[in-house]
């Protein structure tokens, strides 16, 4: 039955996992790169390589891997699982933002007003007449400059017959901006030629492009030729006949209506993508920023914090003992004897009087990790330094371990007493020994004790406490928690611990938690910092 509720769990969290990983693909990859690109295949990469790597770290040292291969996967691995999850917080706390900055419309350049299409009837009102004279055209005109634009819409009047010459109507209406009035144009007769049809409703007599085509053909021969122009939306011809001081601006042609740079069709994808580039780029920001300084912070070593406990047991002679509490050091694949040989060197600086390894000193055997723990022979302290067994020695083989503090100066306290000349100290095993028949057994380390006497208990989880209570321990000193280590790790950490950091009091009895002086996983602290905690014993009777 355990074995089956063990793999519906691993399944729950493969796939969360999964989930998880689409979701920030979608997010991060392919709202922000485009189709096909080079960086959309790198992302793409990344989001199937670093989620096989952080697997890897996981279960390399279970499998039995080679030493080298655990270091290799355990870098890139870890530290992925601590910024995904800072990661998938940023994105969750700026999805709301993005939701908003793409639900308001793209600002988009007014829309002309574009009249109505003529009716076919108005061009059918101007009759071409043959023989006729242009009206409004004084003669010996040709090539006369437009009248200015601006005139006033209105249909095209009509070209009666006139004397000498015939002049074919121009349609009226044949611009967007309605017909135009007469324009002097020069075609030899008397006449005036009828309104051509400009841009906008303004009209250059000679200006090709923008207006209507008219073939008006006056005089002797004469023909002026009024060129063929577009309405909106369609390129103008190059002028070849403007005569000398024509209207120029009137022959700029104007954005097309429906065009993307008119409607901002064209700005959709690009929008969304610029927004998902800002939300994404920022949320990646926040999450490197936050894992590299946590990460600082474990490199660079714990920090000392100083506790004071009384306790009402403890003789006069004993007040201001001081022991240095060590917990969680985690040598492994990622720790190595350079983090011990900081730890020691910052415990010997506080100058305890006794010194405290409660727990989780390793993540792997003594061959692999022996090198790593060597500098815990520097270890110096007035009445010795004491060991014993976390959950994680027991992954490994506590034995071996147990064996090898001994042999680097440390005691190991298995479910034992050691009286001391003011105080008693002891220790028990971790809970997890159980699995191994060697649990904590309470009745072998505190059964036959002088209850007058204070005693300090030793054991790696807060957990424990109910049993120190019922054997009258004075104070235990614990760890396992790391304080959450990763916020807000430190909520999960209280549904399965009575104290995840600090000093707590249950009836007559004091624990004190440290959060401990590495990191299990990926090398990075946050919320929770490491350190090394000197607890400095008082006496009432002092």
């Known amino acids: 039955m355990t074995v089956v509720i063990f793999a519906v769990v691993a399944l729950a969290v493969l796939g969360l996992l999964v989930l998880v990983h689409r979701w920030l693909w979608i997010r991060l990859v392919r709202d922000t790169t485009r189709p096909g690109g080079a960086w959309r295949r790198a992302g793409t990469a990344l989001a199937f390589a670093l989620p096989a790597l952080a697997v890897a770290a996981l279960t390399a040292g279970r499998a039995g891997a080679p030493f080298w291969l655990q270091r290799a996967v355990s870098w890139p691995g870890f530290m992925w699982l601590a910024v995904l999850l800072y990661l998938t917080l940023a994105m969750l706390v700026a999805e709301p933002a993005r939701a908003l ?41 040709e090539g006369a400059p437009a009248a200015s634009r601006g005139a006033a819409p209105g249909p095209a009047p009509q070209s009666p017959a006139g004397l000498g010459s015939a002049a074919a109507a121009v349609p009226a209406g044949a611009g967007l901006g309605g017909a135009a009035p007469a324009v002097p144009g020069g075609a030899g007769s008397g006449g005036a030629a009828p309104a051509v049809p400009g841009f906008d409703g303004a009209a250059s007599a000679g200006s090709p492009g923008l207006g209507a085509r008219s073939d008006a053909v006056a005089g002797a021969g004469a023909e002026p030729q009024v ?51 800002v939300v994404g780029g920022a949320a990646v920001a926040a999450a490197a920023g936050t894992v590299g300084y946590g990460t ?36 492994g694949p990622i720790l190595g004897r350079a983090h011990t040989a900081r730890i020691v060197d910052t415990v010997n600086r506080t100058q305890p009087d006794l010194i405290a390894i409660v727990g989780d000193l390793v993540d792997g055997n003594v061959h692999d990790l022996g090198p790593a723990a060597e500098p815990l022979r520097g270890l110096r302290a007035r009445h010795g330094s004491y060991f014993v067994t976390g959950n ?114 249950y009836g007559d009895t004091q624990l004190y938690v440290s959060r401990g002086a590495g990191a299990w996983g990926p090398p990075v602290r946050v919320g929770a910092p490491s350190d090394i905690t000197v607890v400095e014993l008082a006496s009432y009777q002092a």
Do not use: C
Request: proline share 11%.
């Open 227 to 277: 060129r063929e122009g577009a309405g909106r939306g369609t390129a103008p011809q190059a002028p070849t006949d403007t005569p000398v001081g024509g209207d120029a601006e009137a022959a700029a042609p104007a954005p097309a209506h429906g065009s993307a740079v008119a409607t901002g069709a064209g700005d959709g994808m690009s929008r969304r993508r610029f927004v998902a580039r």
């Open 296 to 331: 600082y912070g474990v490199l660079r070593g714990p920090r000392v914090k100083r506790v004071t406990v009384p306790l009402a047991k403890l003789p006069r002679a004993a007040h201001g003992f001081r022991i240095a509490v060590v917990s969680d050091v985690h040598l």
């Open 392 to 505: 994680h020695e027991y992954f490994s083989g506590a034995q071996q371990w147990i064996d090898h503090v001994r042999e680097l100066g440390l005691t190991p306290l298995e479910n034992a007493r050691r009286p001391l000349p003011l105080f008693d100290l002891a220790g028990v095993n971790d809970v997890q020994g159980e699995s191994e028949g060697h649990g904590p057994d309470f009745e072998a380390a505190l059964g036959d004790r002088d209850r007058s006497r204070a005693a300090v208990l030793l054991a790696h989880q807060p957990i424990v406490i109910h049993d120190a209570v019922r054997h009258g321990v004075d104070l235990q000193l614990s760890g396992h928690t790391h304080g959450g280590q990763l916020w807000p790790g430190n909520y999960l950490a209280e549904l399965a611990n009575p104290t995840v950091a600090g000093l707590e009091r």
């Open 101 to 141: 900055l793409l639900r308001r419309p793209p600002r988009q350049p007014p829309e002309p007003t574009l009249p109505a299409a003529p009716a076919p009837a108005a061009a059918a009102a101007a009759p071409t007449e043959l023989g006729g004279a242009t009206p409004g055209v004084p003669a010996g005109a």
